[in-house]
Nanobody
Framework: QVQLVESGGGLVQPGKSLKLSCVAS????????MGWYRQTPGKQRELVAA???????NYADSVKGRFTFSRDNAKNTVYLQMNRMKPEDTAVYYC???????????????WGQGTQVTVSS
């Protein structure tokens, strides 16, 4: 069982930046993969970024070049740096811990409680 706690959400103006953090209760070094999702009311949860342990990160097309996934294994923490933010980035953002299937697709097993991000002037 892995517990995940996100922080860093809030209100930000368009064009500005925000950085989310997610602290895991277990060593993320031993977790196969981790990811960030987001969800808006009435829509399915969307994968924003997924990172395999020590490997590459895959991003949703809508955030490529603006968002960056990073990790600090010593702190059991992953981050999502969000730059040049847009109103359509407004959502509840969720951290997840999971694994990759044989095709390299990310499969989440554990979720954080989510943190609200609102992009508005």
């Amino acid at each position: 069982q892995v517990q995940l706690v996100e922080s860093g959400g809030g209100l930000v103006q368009p064009g500005k930046s925000l950085k989310l953090s997610c602290v895991a209760s277990a060593s993320i070094f031993n977790i196969n993969a981790m990811g960030w999702y987001r969800q808006t009311p009435g829509k399915q949860r969307e994968l924003v970024a997924a990172n395999s342990s020590g490997g590459r990160t895959n991003y949703a097309d809508s955030v490529k070049g603006r968002f960056t996934f990073s990790r600090d294994n010593a702190k059991n923490t992953v981050y999502l740096q969000m730059n040049r933010m847009k109103p359509e980035d407004t959502a509840v953002y969720y951290c997840s811990a999971g694994r990759l299937d044989y095709r390299g697709n990310y499969l989440p097993d554990y979720w954080g409680q989510g943190t609200q991000v609102t992009v508005s002037s």
